[in-house]
């Protein structure tokens, strides 16, 4: 038997792909009062423009999703790189059964992480409550949800564009359009998230509301008879079908920053006819495509899982912010001046301390997306004036420090930064030596004056944090 094992053919390997040792829900069990991460189970694709995320948390709440909490509340399309920078852009999906289950808090279901799965290109749960399975799979604008219902004449999806300001409208009988203005700062008077919903399904009936806190169930309406859309303070759609017992119905969903009809376009070009298993296939590809540039060997599954987990952490951000239009062109609307440009723009990053970490990683395994970065902080100067320090989606006041100029400086001497753009980021880091944002002081050099004549920002002249601006 020994010489048979050890002449006959060898036994092939089988290794895992990176993307399986992927622990989303690594660094969740957080709170405002004690961080063990901060982190939320994100369903993207690498640096994508939208992920997804369940929420635990009460709308507007930055730790959207937290491992201890007992309830979903919502499928929620996010930008958020921080509970302290919060969200923006943001509105949720949540699969419900019950005519009366429509605001955030009769909507809700318990759920177990035992019948929850959590990977970078798919996410499912059964929600408990209203014996459904919903499925989420992502493109980098756009993604596929699959609902799984029980026998109900009271099935439904509830599409919340959320609060502050937005719109929610009946397009016909198998599709939701609207928007959402909702953030924390750092956008322009007309920033807009537009989002296109298109079930596979008619609906039996809609509702819709701008109170869904104080809302009354049982006006629905037959489409195309009433009301077609609803704009005000917090707009919410209903939309019902009548199931058979695993019944799947199938939800694309597609957002943009540039308008209704880029959304519309965001959503047919991305996702095509691809079904949700062509979707996740292609998904957990790019993602194994993405983490596989590293390739680790010896070392023990638990370090594995610890380094690709991190490893997709740190391909999360910065996210593109630019779309591509109908000349497959890069545009993006620009969250400095409002206006829609041509050109790359990523954001969702703050500098200080990742000049020293990510983005000489990013140098060095995928120079080819810091390319597109460094041109999309060109952008950012000519349409703001600044560097910016801490971008989400624009300038926000977060941190200290000159550190866009190491991470500006870094690409070029390394090469990575593209050709036309080096002159303009020059002048930029030039520029930043002697000015300072008029609204957002952590952008530029607060205290340059002093800086540049005495050597350093000194502690009495009424700038906080002095050393380490000082230092940085």
């Known amino acids: 038997m020994g010489a048979a094992a050890c002449c006959g053919a060898p036994q092939e390997q089988t290794e895992s792909s990176p993307s399986e040792y992927v622990t989303t829900l690594m660094g969740t069990q957080s709170e405002f009062a004690l961080s ?3 982190t939320y189970p994100a369903v993207a694709l690498p640096w994508g423009m939208n992920f997804w995320t369940p929420q635990t948390g009460e709308m507007g709440d930055g730790w959207a999703y937290t491992y201890n909490a007992h309830t979903i509340r919502g499928l929620k399309q996010t930008h958020q790189p921080s509970p302290w920078i919060n969200d923006y852009g943001q509105f949720a999906v949540m699969p419900v059964r019950g005519n009366d289950k429509l605001d955030e808090e009769s909507r809700q279901s318990w759920f177990s992480h035992q019948a929850e799965t959590a990977k970078p290109y798919y996410y499912s749960v059964y929600l408990a409550d209203h014996d459904i399975l919903a499925e989420i799979t992502p493109t980098e604008r756009a993604a596929l949800m699959r609902f799984t219902f029980p026998e109900s004449t009271e099935s439904g999806v509830v599409i919340d564009a959320f609060d502050r300001g937005s719109r929610v409208e009946i397009v016909d009988d198998r599709t939701v359009a609207g928007y959402t203005t909702r953030n ?3 956008v322009p008077e007309n920033f807009r998230n537009w989002f296109v919903n298109r079930f596979d399904k008619p609906f039996t009936a809609v509702e819709l509301t701008d109170k869904p806190a104080g809302y009354k169930a049982g006006s629905r309406q037959l489409y195309p008879e009433g009301g077609k859309s609803v704009e005000g303070e917090h707009a919410v759609a209903k939309v019902h079908f009548a199931t058979t ?3 799947r119905i199938t939800l694309r969903i597609a957002s943009s920053f540039i308008s209704p009809e880029q959304a519309v376009r965001n959503l047919e070009t991305e996702l095509g006819t691809d079904d949700f298993e062509a979707v996740k296939s292609k998904a957990q590809a790019r993602w194994d495509e993405v983490l596989g540039r590293i390739e680790v060997r010896g070392g023990s599954v638990d370090q594995l899982r610890t380094f690709y987990s991190c490893l997709y952490r740190s391909t999360l951000f910065p996210r593109k912010f630019y779309e591509i239009d109908a000349e497959g062109r890069p545009v993006h609307y620009s969250p400095y001046n409002g206006e829609v440009l041509p050109g790359y723009m990523y954001t969702d990053t703050g500098f200080w301390d990742t000049f020293r970490c990510l983005f000489p990683l990013l140098n060095l395994v995928y ?9 999309g902080l060109a952008n ?3 349409e703001s004036g600044f560097l910016p320090e801490w971008a989400s989606p624009g300038h926000r006041g977060c941190m200290v420090g000159n550190n866009s100029a190491s991470v500006v400086s870094d690409a070029i001497l390394k090469g990575i930064t593209p050709a036309e753009d080096v002159d303009d980021l020059y002048a930029a880091m030039l ?4 000015k300072v944002h008029p609204t957002v002081s952590s952008t530029g050099r607060l205290g340059h004056e002093y800086y540049n004549t005495l050597g350093y920002v000194p ?7 002095n050393v380490a601006r000082t230092l940085e």
């Open 245 to 247: 017992r695993g019944e």
């Open 367 to 375: 120079p080819s997306v810091n390319a597109e970065i460094q041109a």
């Open 459 to 465: 502690y009495n002249v009424g700038i906080n944090e």
């Open 184 to 186: 924390n700062g750092g």
């Open 431 to 434: 520029s930043g030596r002697m």
């Open 380 to 382: 950012a100067w000519r």
């Open 36 to 38: 063990t991460g901060n």
